[in-house]
Nanobody, 125 residues
Framework: QVQLVESGGGLVQAGGSLRLSCEVS????????MGWFRQAPGKEREREFV??????????GYADSVKGRFTISRDNAKNTVYLQMNSLKPEDTAVYYC????????????????WGQGTQVTVSS
């Protein structure tokens, strides 16, 4: 059974940094693209795309709201995906989820086959 486990969330002041990790266990998700989404307080029905990275060449995509501040990366040998978050803002406060999809339409949450349980990120002003 595939499991995705996020870690690295916490409380940070505006302007600070955090690095989230997502470890995949159960089997290697060959050919799966990995993505990060977030769900803000009061928006339980809206899981917003943040960033994604392809399996092969490692091409990446970002939401406009995080471009230039967040960086997604992956270590296939460790079956782990990372999200480096710099210059954090209060509006980045959310539960962050990682997921895996076969689809190249990686910004669409409905294409994802696997999800982690989420990790809370809180940015204070």
């Amino acid at each position: 059974q595939v499991q995705l486990v996020e870690s690295g969330g916490g409380l940070v002041q505006a302007g600070g940094s955090l690095r989230l990790s997502c470890e995949v266990s159960g089997r290697t998700l060959s050919n799966y693209h990995m993505g990060w989404f977030r769900q803000a307080p009061g928006k339980e029905r809206e899981r917003e795309f943040v960033a994604a990275i392809s399996w092969g060449v490692g091409s990446t995509g970002y939401a406009d709201s995080v471009k230039g501040r967040f960086t997604i990366s992956r270590d296939n040998a460790k079956n782990t995906v990372y999200l480096q978050m710099n210059s954090l803002k209060p509006e980045d406060t959310a539960v962050y989820y990682c997921g895996a999809t076969i689809s190249r339409n990686w910004s669409a949450r409905w294409t994802y086959s696997y999800w982690g349980q989420g990790t809370q990120v809180t940015v204070s002003s």
